[in-house]
């Protein structure tokens, strides 16, 4: 015990400690003072082509707690949508990862990429959104013709003429939209025909056991020929092995997210695997 005194991950092991500091109230606190400490960051994700050429990243959401180390978007963004820190958080999210594109418009090895933001349901149902995203683009100097906007069918259930309207108003300065863990949520065929989509992601849940799985192996398929029938691009998220990648595009998928490729990223990581892919291309 003694040893372990001097040792700053101590507090997080004491059962006491921990009782503490996973309270919601105390949780809450440390996402509002985590946003104000700059404890927040994003990781990128390539997203690939069969041929291993790197066509943009998603961009995914980390918490640098100073005692709990790197904390999982699993573990507060459904306390972060319930308690309303997700707007905060999510606005930060788009205003990091347009700065991020704008820097790379000046970098030669990756103008080219596109990044995809993640957007939840409650951040995307405010009146406000599409002004917000306008605001933004413009501050940031990025190019929204390079921004993709991850929704989840949550986003898209209710209101549907309102969807419609602010896909659109986005859509026309140029952005991108890509429905996320397609087939895990609750919207219909006929609401997915009528949206201004540009992309459909097959939720990892489908690919994990695509080869073992006949169930899965069918929905996957299923939604590869909806997502051609509709004219709408489709990737494959949560791809681990060269098997389910090959087995994907025999069906006609052609690009790909996954540890296959590379776990998320921090910047200059990317940066060095992107310059290394086009270096072989
Ligand atoms: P998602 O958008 O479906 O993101 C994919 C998740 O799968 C990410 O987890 C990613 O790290 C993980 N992943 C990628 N490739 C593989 C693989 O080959 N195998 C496995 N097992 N997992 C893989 P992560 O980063 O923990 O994010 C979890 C979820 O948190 C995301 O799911 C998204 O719903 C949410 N999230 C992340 N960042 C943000 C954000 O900025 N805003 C919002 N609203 N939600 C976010
Ligand atoms: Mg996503
Ligand atoms: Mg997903
Ligand atoms: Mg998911």
Redesign the pocket.
């Known amino acids: 015990e003694a040893k372990l005194a001097g040792r700053n991950t101590l507090r997080f092991f004491d059962p006491v400690m921990q009782a503490r500091v996973s309270t919601r109230a105390e949780l809450e606190s440390a996402l509002w003072v985590g946003l104000e400490k700059e404890q927040f960051l994003?990781?990128y994700?390539p997203q690939v082509l069969a041929d291993g050429r790197i066509t943009g990243a998603?961009?995914?959401?980390?918490w640098r707690h100073p005692e709990r180390g790197m904390v999982?978007?699993?573990e507060f963004?459904p306390l972060a949508?319930e308690n309303g820190f997700?707007l905060p958080?999510?606005r930060w999210?788009l205003e990091s990862a347009c700065a991020q594109l704008a820097h790379w418009a000046h970098d030669a090895r990756m103008a080219h990429l596109s990044v995809a933001?993640?957007?939840?349901a409650r951040?995307f149902r405010q009146d406000a959104f599409v002004a917000e995203v306008i605001e933004i683009l413009e501050r940031s100097g990025a190019n929204p013709a390079r921004l993709k906007i991850?929704l989840?069918e949550n986003s898209l259930v209710t209101d549907i003429e309102g969807v419609i309207a602010k896909m659109a108003a986005l859509k026309a300065r140029g952005v991108g939209f890509l429905l996320?863990?397609f087939g895990t949520g609750y919207s219909s065929l006929a609401y997915l025909k009528r949206l201004p989509l540009d992309q459909i992601?097959i939720?990892?849940g489908f690919v994990?056991d695509i080869l073992v799985d006949p169930n899965d192996a069918a929905i996957a398929k299923m939604v590869i020929v909806l997502a051609d029938s509709l004219g709408l691009a489709v990737i494959a998220?949560?791809?681990?092995t060269e098997a389910q990648r090959l087995f994907l595009e025999q069906q006609g998928c052609v690009a790909y997210?996954?540890?296959?490729f590379s776990?998320?990223l921090a910047v200059p990581d990317l940066e060095s695997l992107v310059d290394a892919s086009q270096r072989l291309a």
């Open positions: 994003l990781q994700q998603e961009a995914l959401l980390r999982s978007p699993a963004i949508e997700i958080l999510g999210v933001v993640n957007v939840s951040q991850e989840t996320d863990d992601k939720d990892q994990r998220e949560g791809v681990e997210q996954g540890y296959l776990r998320p």
